[in-house]
């Protein structure tokens, strides 16, 4: 059985950098078939993606938040890592790592998520 | 704001069936047979409930159904159950720029 789960800080100061990291399971962030990709939602909003990484390390991001995110992979430790500069209150939102899978299209392994909090 | 739209909430009572719609474009919904649904409940992580627009993952009860018609989704929960009340959210491929779009929820409360 897959488990995802994601871990970091649950409160960051404005415009200092967001660093979460999120441990694998029962599969491999190294495998072909599946992107592992981070997932956002703010309080009482909806969903926004956030970027994938794929085996190898090639990278993809929404082009709203390129220029302050990056995502790469630990093969060593089966887990990745998600960092987030410049964060203001906006960037307040439970963070998500979910598994896609390629041919459909869908994200099919969600961990539980965790609640980053932009504060001084 | 949400690039699919979905309504904020719907309702019925136990036994009814209830049909979510989610809305795009020619380039996400219209564009691919790429939509899926998840179920979320307060304070849980979404579930995928609905893939490649009318599959269901092994364990999703065949009372969720999914369809598409030109650039709208659906999710049709049939024979409604209390354990059926949660957020859901549609999803959609949207091309290599910009791969996967969500739309704002919808709040499905069974009376």
């Known amino acids: 059985q897959v488990q995802v789960q994601e871990s970091g800080p649950g409160l960051v100061k404005p415009s200092e950098t967001l660093s979460l990291t999120c441990t694998v399971s029962?599969?491999?962030?190294?495998?072909?078939?599946?992107?592992w990709s981070w997932i956002r939602q703010p309080p009482g909003k909806g969903l926004e993606w956030i970027g994938f990484?794929?085996?190898?390390?090639?990278?993809k991001y929404n082009p709203s938040l390129k220029s302050r995110v990056s995502i790469s992979l630990d093969t060593s430790k089966n887990h990745l890592s998600l960092n987030l500069r410049s964060v203001t209150a906006a960037d307040t939102a439970v963070y998500y790592c979910?598994?896609?899978?390629?041919?459909?299209?869908?994200?099919?392994?969600w961990g539980q998520g965790t609640l980053v909090t932009v504060s001084s | 704001q949400s690039a699919l739209t979905q309504p904020p909430s719907a309702s019925g009572s136990p036994g009814q069936s209830v049909t979510i719609s989610c809305t795009g474009t020619?380039?996400?919904?219209?564009?691919?047979?790429?939509v899926s649904w998840y179920q979320q409940h307060p304070g849980k992580a979404p579930k995928l409930m609905i893939y490649?627009?009318?599959k269901r993952p092994s364990g999703v009860p065949d009372r969720f159904s999914g369809s598409k018609s030109a650039n709208t989704a659906s999710l049709t929960v049939s024979g409604l159950q209390a354990e059926d009340e949660a957020d859901y959210y549609c999803?959609?491929?949207?091309?290599?720029?910009?791969?996967?779009?969500f739309g704002g929820g919808t709040r499905l409360t069974v009376l």
């Open positions: 490649e627009v009318t």
């Open positions: 979910a598994r896609v899978d390629l041919l459909g299209e869908y994200f099919d392994y």
């Open positions: 029962g599969a491999s962030v190294s495998s072909g078939s599946h992107y």
């Open positions: 020619s380039s996400d919904v219209g564009g691919y047979n790429y």
């Open positions: 990484i794929y085996y190898g390390g090639n990278t």
């Open positions: 999803s959609s491929y949207a091309g290599s720029n910009n791969p996967w779009v």
